[in-house]
Each structure stands twice: as structure tokens, then as C-alpha cells.
């Protein structure tokens, strides 16, 4: 049996490349200096995999910001406006960077290409550019320089991994009318065949072609685009044997189409979808190699063995040890790095787990016991049982108050209109009443603060009080310029999710969990391990503070479960949905609490709901249906008077609406500033019946929107939604943002909001 992995962190440990990346961007070091650092981190992960013992090992895996970056340079695709820089003869990795973060200098101001999540991670990439006359060729050696670095390490075990022809076109988008991208593919294919021959020739033995989408629904059209590039590729390339990688779903009704492409190996997901070994062992035809995705490589657990196994045997019963491969299910580039380097961790929970260079172990141990070693499958199972029975992860009260869900506990208990009467009663609000979505500027003072704290040079009286003051600087500053609700700024908090974990029990955090979110920003998400509780309050205190300060309301300021979940790592141990109940009533009783503590508005944001959807439209109801749940429990119970809002800063709503209006939010504030309000199309035709606060500026941008401009948007939302629901806030929090260009920006919505109020009649019909 041969074991291979898909692609490992390029971060480095340290988070080296962010670093000199970083610096280099700066100026501070140069390309030298930065090359060198890039080599040392690849010759480390191909060393780290080498001592695991793979016998295939990527490469090309590395990318200084993103490897869909990296295949649009590999085949040509650079748009239009970055050909300046190339007749400026700027160096290759300054183009590059350009295409990644945009380039402002020598008299230039050319934009960045568009970035977006990879498919349901939290990894962005830089989404490739289709023009209608599109055309393709090599244009880097990157690809060819690394695989030659790879094999002085590697020799034949190198095996350089390229995002594959249809996956690489459907990530992409059309920049002008008149064309599919998908039709692109007859172009494209010579390229890949130039660049795998190459590669060939180069002594490559094994190439990984990543197509993740022939994991997710496809036209007819686009199965058709598989069948026509692997048969050309196939028919073209000499010498190497290809590996489709699929991950993140099940082939489902594409399985016949994958398993008969004519590669010598196939990668399916069996963490996310083991379901499919059954129909993918009964359609595969005699050669293809099947390799088995059976360590999850986006979470942070120790493989059950036992659990693999019984795939692995599945799978070698009908093909034979001889087509059967052992590898994680993705790319490592989506779990933290090295889990030795986590000394302070409990070690009971710390046992339980892996992270990337765990992982590539646990590949090698997989087959070791399949070979008929019994001793490293006994301490594996003495591992994931001391889990499966510990009570720092099974708390009766927990699981008892979830199985007792009923009815009432995930509905409020009056119709919206009843509770609208009732709130107008009692805040008397203005109409087009003006709010913010939470967070104010998080400045550098407030930050060194908060560094200053954790290392033990304030003492917990001193960083209170700083923050205090912040909180009643916000105040004093948001009542001078006349906003209607106010919020205390969100000053003590660090981060959104981080913030709740930080209080909630089942939660842990780890020193250094980094992964790529994009380029050199990395994040570190919670991990849950236990049952989730919420031992005493959590923001009542602020809130409370803040509310005294003033004579105005005072939001609540909480995060909703679906996205602490979406943006933790999360128990594999049970369905995602019980989590996210768990997390749900330990929100819902700080809703209470805050009630209790006189908070009569209390927001909860659910910023991640849209990105938790499901990659595959099937599964998407069942998810919508436990997300919304979820929603419903954190605000059943609260009393008529009592205004839940929530916010969501994402703009696409067509295929969602009936959910978000199933959350019953008497008040939901969201992103349209950017699609100039389009996308309260989906709101109008709807017709949404709950109150609405489309964001009338961007905050992503330092850039002051004028009153009239926001007049003219509100002007805009009235005519498709009745101007007595409508709320006038910005497009999301004010975190990033920094003061002057902060109070500017909301002097002017303020006096929008009172322009509105004169000029837009709230007596409309729509
Ligand atoms: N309340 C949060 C804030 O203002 C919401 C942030 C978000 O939606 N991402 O920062
Ligand atoms: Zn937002």
C-alpha cells in the first residue's frame, strides 16, 4: 500500500513567510532575503514528510500567497491592467504581488484581483480573470523550479500538484459579456499538457491535478468540460501517471463521470462523505488506483484508527493492496502546523489530538497497522476512548437541556407585528432610526492596552478603567452627533469569536494554531472540545456600564452560534448541529441576563450563516433548517418589548431569503452599500416583514460617503421596502476603520437619516 499526502502548510512554523513577506513588502528586506526564507520552509516540509515516510510528497504545494494565484501566472492568465508593470520590467514576484494586494506607487494605481474563499474553508484565494479572447500559455517557472528543488530532496517521491484545467476555470470569473469561461477549456488544455510533459520530462513521476469541483453539482456542460480535457491530457501526456484529487464532498451523481476519467488515480474525501466508498468500489473500473482520504485535514483531532481501518479494508477487499493509497483528506494547508509546539495544553485533551505534521504520522501509522502492527492501534484506541468518556467533554446537564428542546424554545412568543407596536411604544424612535453595527475603531492604543494586560504589565483594575473611558468617549462622541441606538464600542473585545470562547466552557485556545486565511494574514480559531456552557455572564458587565452612561439605548452586543461554530474548530465527535444547539442556549441565556440587566435591544450577529452552506444544493435544507434553529433558541423566551436585532455582512441573499426571514429578527442589519442596494431585490420581492437596516456605507474602504449619497441609497431602499421598517447603519462594524474618517462618515449618515425623515414619506404602502 502506498501512502501520499495532498499538500502541507507553507506558513512555516513561526509563521516565517507572513514575516518576510511582510518585511518584504515594507521594504525591509529584500527579494534575496525573502527567497531564502521561502526555500528554507519548503526544504523543511519536504524533510518533515520525508521522515514521516510518504511515498509521495507534493510539491508546488508552496505559494507565496495563494497557489490559484500561482496557476493564473503558471498559464498566462494576467489581466489586462497589470501589463504596465510588466513593460516597467518590474521583477516577476513584484507583478505578482500586484495581482494579489494591487500596486500604488511609480504613478501607478492598478487594483488587486478579486479575492474569495476557497469552496466552505475559510482560505481565500484570488479568483482568476476570463476575457473572451482569452488565451494561455507558460509564463512561470515556478512550478518547474520547485519541482527540480523537490527532487534533489525528494528523488522520484516529488510529486508536484497543480490546481486542475476545469477547477481552475470554474473558480474563475468572466470579465466581459459574450462567453462561458467553461468553453475556455479547449485552450487551456494544451498548456496543461505542455506543463505536465514538461514536468515529465523534467523525471516527474506522479502529477496531483486538485478538482475539487467534480466534488459538487455540474452542468451537463461542465461534466462534459472533464470528460473532453482528461481525455486530451490522457491522450497527450507521456510518462506520468495523474491523480485527480476531489475533497470537501462526495462525487454523488458524479461518480461514474470521475471514476472513469482516464487517469491512474483517483482521491475521494472519505471524512466528509465516507458514504461514497460503496459506489465508488462498485463503479471503479479495473486499473484506477484509489487513494483514501481518511485523516481529516481540517480539524484537529487524532484519527480513529479503528474507524479508518474499516474503510481502508473496504477498499482493499475489492481493488488489493496494489491500488489502494492512504492519505488525509485535503491539503494539510487548512490545520495548524505542528502540535509539539503546544506546551501548555491540557495534556488530557492535548492527547486527543493532531495537527499537520501529527497528520502525516497517523498516514504512516495507518499503514503500519495494516501491515500488522497491533501496538500502535491499541494506544490509538486507549487515546480516542480516554475522549470518548472523559467528563471534560460530557456533561449531562448539557446534553440533557439539548435532548429537551421543544417547541417554545425556539420561537418567541408573539408574532412579529404584535412585538413592532409594542417596541415603537416603548423607544419611541425616530423614523429611519440611526444605529451602528457594534465594533468602533480598534486603535493602536487600545490594542497596546490589551498586549500590555496579557503580559501582566497592567494589572486588571488599570486595563479596565482604560477601557471604560474608551467606552464613555464612544458615548459622549455618538450622543453629540445624534445617533438614535447607541452600542458601547466593543473595546474589550479582541475579537468576535475568540471573545465568547475565551468565556465559554468546552472552548480552548491554542498558542500557535495559525492557518492561512489569505496571503500573510493567518488566523488561530478556538478549538471546541467539550460540551459547550456558559459558567456566568459574559457581557453583561459592559453592557451594563455602557447603559448607565447614557439616556439613550444601549445595544447588546452578542455572536450568534452559527458563526462561533463556523469560525472555531470543531468537535468531530458529534454532528455539527449539536454544537451549535449547545452554543445556541449558552447565547440565549446571556440574551436573558442582558433582559434581566435592562438591555432592551440585544443584537446577534450571524456574520458566517451564508458561508456555513453546504458546497452540494441537496444538503443545503437540512443545514438551513438546524442554522436558523439555532438562531430561533438564542432569542426564544425574550419578552415582546425586548428588539433582537442581528447582522450579516454578506450580499447575496436570493437563494437564502425564506431562511433569513425565518430567523424572525425583529431588526436585521446587513451589507448593500457596495451592490448600491441591489440586493434588497430579494428583501422587496419577498416582502420581508420585519425591520431592515441596509447598510448605507462601505467601511471596508477610509473613504467618507457624502449625506447625499446616503440619502439618495435610503431614497433608493424605500422604493423597494416600506420606509417604516427601514433602519440607516453602516455596512458592518467600524473595527478596521480608524477615527477621523469614522466620525466623518457618520456625521454624514446622521444627517442622511434626518434628510430622509424630511423628505421620504414613511406612510408608503409597499
Ligand atoms: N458586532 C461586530 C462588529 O461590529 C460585527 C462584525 C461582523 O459582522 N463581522 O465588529
Ligand atoms: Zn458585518
Known amino acids: 500500500m502506498l501512502t501520499q499526502n495532498l499538500g502541507y502548510p507553507r506558513i512555516g512554523s513561526q509563521r516565517q513567510l507572513k514575516k518576510a ?66 513593460s516597467k520590467g518590474k521583477d516577476e514576484l513584484d507583478l505578482y504581488f500586484a ?28 479568483v482568476p480573470e476570463f476575457t473572451a479572447g482569452q488565451e494561455f500559455r507558460i509564463s512561470n517557472e515556478k512550478t518547474f523550479a520547485e519541482y527540480s528543488d523537490a527532487r534533489q530532496i525528494l528523488g522520484h517521491k516529488a510529486k508536484p500538484v497543480l490546481v486542475g484545467p476545469v477547477s481552475y476555470l470554474l473558480s474563475g470569473k468572466e470579465k466581459e459579456e459574450g462567453f462561458e469561461r467553461i468553453d475556455l477549456i479547449k485552450k487551456l488544455v494544451p498548456v496543461y499538457v505542455d506543463i505536465i510533459n514538461r514536468l515529465g520530462d523534467a523525471g516527474a513521476e506522479w502529477i496531483q491535478l486538485d478538482e475539487p469541483y467534480l466534488a459538487l453539482d455540474l452542468s451537463k456542460k461542465e461534466k462534459e468540460a472533464f470528460e473532453f480535457a482528461y481525455n486530451s491530457i490522457a491522450g497527450q501526456v507521456k510518462g506520468v501517471e495523474l491523480l485527480v484529487a476531489t475533497y470537501f464532498e462526495g462525487l454523488l451523481d458524479n461518480t461514474a463521470l470521475a471514476v472513469n476519467l482516464p487517469v491512474q488515480a483517483l482521491h475521494i474525501d472519505l471524512v466528509r462523505a465516507p458514504e461514497q466508498l460503496e459506489e465508488v468500489l462498485a463503479l471503479i473500473p479495473d486499473t484506477l488506483q484509489l487513494s483514501v482520504g481518511v485523516i481529516d485535514g481540517r480539524n484537529v483531532w487524532k484519527n480513529d484508527y479503528e474507524k479508518s ?72 484506541k486507549k487515546a480516542i476512548e480516554s475522549r470518548r468518556s472523559s467528563q471534560k467533554v460530557h456533561k449531562q446537564a448539557v446534553k440533557d437541556r439539548i435532548a429537551a428542546i421543544t417547541e417554545a424554545d425556539t420561537s418567541r412568543t408573539t408574532a412579529f407585528p404584535v412585538r413592532q407596536q409594542i417596541q415603537r411604544g416603548r423607544f419611541n424612535l425616530p423614523s429611519f432610526p440611526t444605529t451602528t453595527i457594534g465594533s468602533f475603531p480598534q486603535t493602536d492604543d487600545i490594542r497596546q492596552l490589551r498586549a500590555r494586560f496579557k503580559k501582566g504589565d497592567l494589572t486588571a483594575e488599570q486595563y479596565e478603567k482604560s477601557i471604560e473611558q474608551a467606552t464613555i468617549d464612544a458615548i459622549r462622541w455618538q450622543e453629540e452627533i445624534g445617533l438614535d441606538v447607541l452600542v458601547h464600542g466593543e473595546f474589550e473585545r479582541n475579537d468576535m469569536v475568540e471573545y465568547f470562547g475565551e468565556q465559554l466552557e468546552g472552548f480552548l485556545f491554542t498558542k500557535n494554531g495559525w492557518v492561512q486565511s489569505y496571503g500573510s494574514r493567518c488566523v488561530k480559531p478556538p478549538v471546541i472540545y467539550g460540551d459547550v456552557s456558559r459558567p456566568k455572564d459574559m457581557t453583561v458587565r459592559w453592557s451594563k456600564f455602557a447603559a448607565a452612561q447614557t439616556d439613550q439605548p444601549m445595544k447588546g452586543m452578542l455572536t450568534g452560534p452559527v458563526t462561533i461554530l463556523q469560525w472555531s474548530f470543531v468537535r468531530d465527535d458529534q454532528p455539527r448541529d449539536v454544537t451549535t444547539n449547545q452554543i445556541a442556549f449558552a447565547i440565549h441565556d446571556e440574551v436573558l441576563a442582558l433582559e434581566a440587566a435592562g438591555i432592551g435591544i440585544i443584537q446577534i450577529d450571524e456574520a458566517a450563516i451564508r458561508e456555513g452552506l453546504p458546497l452540494r444544493k441537496s444538503k443545503r435544507p437540512h443545514y438551513l433548517d438546524w442554522a436558523v434553529r439555532a438562531f430561533r433558541i438564542t432569542a426564544s423566551g425574550v419578552q415582546d418589548r425586548t428588539q433582537i436585532h442581528t447582522h450579516m455582512c454578506y450580499s447575496e441573499f436570493n437563494d437564502i431569503i425564506e431562511h433569513i426571514a425565518a430567523m424572525d429578527a425583529d431588526v436585521i442589519t446587513i451589507e448593500t452599500s457596495r451592490s448600491q442596494m441591489e440586493l434588497l431585490q430579494a428583501f422587496a420581492h419577498f416582502e420581508y416583514p420585519n425591520e431592515i437596516g441596509p447598510g448605507v456605507y462601505d467601511i471596508h474602504s477610509p473613504r467618507v460617503p457624502g449625506t447625499e449619497e446616503m440619502t439618495s441609497l435610503l431614497a433608493k431602499a424605500a422604493s423597494l421596502l416600506p420606509a417604516r421598517n427601514l433602519w440607516v447603519n453602516p455596512d458592518c462594524g467600524l473595527k478596521t476603520r480608524k477615527w477621523p474618517e469614522t466620525k466623518a462618515a457618520l456625521e454624514n449618515m446622521v444627517a442622511a437619516a434626518r434628510q430622509a425623515r424630511e423628505q421620504i414619506s414613511t406612510e408608503s404602502t409597499i
Open 21 to 86: 513577506c511582510e518585511q518584504y513588502w515594507a521594504g525591509k528586506i529584500g527579494l534575496e532575503e525573502l527567497n531564502q526564507v521561502a526555500q528554507k520552509i519548503k526544504k523543511e516540509n519536504w524533510q518533515i514528510q520525508l521522515d514521516a515516510g510518504l511515498d509521495l510528497i507534493p510539491c508546488n504545494d508552496f505559494s507565496f500567497y495563494d497557489q490559484t494565484l500561482d496557476m493564473s501566472l503558471l498559464l498566462g492568465a494576467i489581466p489586462q491592467r497589470y501589463s504596465s508593470l510588466l
Open 99 to 126: 495581482m494579489a494586494r494591487g500596486y500604488q506607487k511609480d504613478g501607478l494605481d492598478i487594483t488587486a484581483m478579486e479575492m474569495t474563499k476557497w469552496l466552505d474553508t475559510n482560505y481565500h484565494y484570488l
Open 309 to 380: 481501518l474499516g474503510l481502508i479494508s473496504k477498499a482493499v477487499e475489492k481493488l488489493g493492496t496494489d491500488r489502494v493509497v492512504i492519505a488525509p483528506s485535503c491539503s494539510l494547508l487548512h490545520s495548524p502546523i505542528d502540535l509539539d509546539l503546544e506546551t501548555t495544553l491540557d495534556p488530557e485533551i492535548r492527547n486527543w489530538m493532531a495537527f499537520a505534521r501529527q497528520k502525516l504520522n497517523e498516514v504512516r501509522e495507518l499503514k503500519l497497522i495494516g501491515e500488522g502492527n497491533h501496538d500502535l492501534l491499541e494506544a490509538n
